[in-house]
Structure formats: structure tokens, C-alpha cells
């Protein structure tokens, strides 16, 4: 059973990749608690699949295609949200792409073209969000990390780096936003089977070694990885920031 948060009904969300995967189960899990979900994503498909799916729940959502490499287009579309439902509660930075290289084939185009997808934009979302919230002197931002940047992996050097990265951004943004009573967390998932995973890098042989690795032996799944978002999202971890929170069955 999904624990309700009467404290999200009627909140405003912001979900940057909230098309697909985990940023699908986010948008799906935030409208079942009645708040009302902004999100983006380049994948035009993905996204009215989903808005289609969620039609008696149309009235709730927002949605624009925006390229969050392209920051000024990134803060137009979370200022043009904020209009649109008057109101700014949490921002959820989930966008990323786990691409693989090897090191000595990575070039500076490579490596500013994968923080410019996994680091950047949670930091000019954030400032966008960040000058909304503080109007309600309220608020819960939410990075997506990855015990990746506690544990390193091979061939996601990029990757691991930003993520890494956004750990010390949630612990500087949770000072600078504090005063507002803003509150900055992050979200360190494991090995996610989203469909992506699935159809790419998470086969049978490489699940069975990352199973073996857990505690619990089962596959972590977008709607687990959810369900901590909402707790973060909620007020009742009003006194939760500046942290990083691993879901990863056991493996760190």
C-alpha cells in the first residue's frame, strides 16, 4: 500500500526527464498523492504516452519538450510552470544519461557534453526554483545522485564524476537555500530495471552479479525509487537536508 502524504495535495512539482523510467514513476506517484506535476523531457513519444495514461488526471500536469543543456530554455520552462500553477513546491533534478566510454577515448566534447546533462542542469534548476520557493519562504529540491559516485564504475567516468558532484552541490545549496526553510536532498539509487536498463546495460548476467552484491536480492525498481521521493517531497522529513539517501537494497 502507497502511504498517502496529505501534505502533497495540491503541491506544485517540477520533474526535469520525467518522461521515462524513474521520472515517469515520479510523475505517476506525485499525481496519485493529488499533487500537480510539471515535467520535461526531450522524448516527445514517451511523454504523451504517459500524459495519455494519466488522462482523468489531465488537469494536474504540464508538460514541455526543453533540452536542459540549453539552460535559459530549462528556466524559461520552470518559470512559464510556475505561472501556469501559481505556485513552486518541490523541484526534482532527475535528468541524466548513463552513457558509457572508454577513458582514453573521451574527448572535451564528450566530457562537458555529459556534465552538461548530469550536472548542470540540477544547478540552474535549482536556481530557478530557488527564486520562486523563497516567495513562499517553503520548499524541498531533490538531486538524483548514484551510489555510482560513492562506488565508482568502469567506462562512466563522466557519469560518476558529476554525480559525485551533485553531492556537493546538495550540501552547498541545503546552506544558501536554509535560511528560506528550503530543504535540499539527494537520492542515491542503485542498479534501477527501468525499461532502458533492461533493453541496454542490465542483463541476465550482469543482474545476477549485482544481486549477489545486495542485501536483499531483489531488483530495485522506478516506483521504489519513487516512493523516497515523496517522503522527501513531503513535510514529513520537514527537518531533512543537506543529505544523501542510498536505495540500493543493500549494496553500499
Known amino acids: 500500500m502507497t502511504t498517502l502524504y496529505k501534505s502533497l495535495q495540491d503541491k506544485v512539482v517540477f520533474i526535469t526527464g520525467g518522461a521515462s523510467g524513474i521520472g515517469a514513476a515520479m510523475v505517476r506517484a506525485f499525481v496519485e498523492q493529488q499533487a500537480k506535476v510539471a515535467f520535461i523531457d526531450i522524448n516527445e513519444n514517451n511523454a504523451q504516452a504517459l500524459i495519455q495514461s494519466l488522462g482523468s488526471h489531465a488537469e494536474k500536469l504540464w508538460y514541455r519538450n526543453t533540452d536542459v543543456t540549453k539552460p535559459e530554455l530549462l528556466q524559461d520552462a520552470i518559470c512559464d510552470a510556475y505561472h501556469h500553477f501559481n505556485r513552486l513546491d518541490v523541484m526534482v533534478n532527475n535528468v541524466a544519461n548513463d552513457n558509457r566510454h572508454q577513458v582514453e577515448n573521451i574527448s572535451a566534447y564528450d566530457w562537458h557534453k555529459c556534465m552538461n546533462v548530469n550536472l548542470d542542469p540540477a544547478f540552474f534548476a535549482s536556481q530557478a526554483a530557488f527564486s520562486k520557493m523563497k516567495k513562499r519562504n517553503a520548499g524541498s529540491i531533490i538531486n538524483f545522485s548514484s551510489i555510482n559516485a560513492l562506488i565508482g564504475q568502469k567506462q562512466m567516468t563522466g557519469y560518476v564524476t558529476a554525480k559525485a558532484g551533485l553531492m556537493g552541490m546538495t550540501k552547498a545549496l541545503a546552506k544558501d537555500f ?19 536498463q533492461l533493453e541496454t546495460w542490465l542483463t541476465e548476467d550482469e543482474e545476477r552479479k549485482w544481486l549477489d552484491s545486495m542485501a536483499l536480492k531483489q531488483r530495485l525498481l522506478p516506483e521504489q525509487v519513487a516512493s523516497l521521493a515523496l517522503f522527501l517531497a513531503s513535510d514529513d522529513s520537514a527537518m531533512i537536508t543537506g543529505q544523501g539517501i542510498n536505495i540500493d537494497g543493500g549494496r553500499t
Open 178 to 196: 536554509g535560511d528560506h526553510n528550503i530543504r535540499v536532498n539527494a537520492i542515491l539509487p542503485g542498479w534501477v530495471a527501468t525499461e532502458k
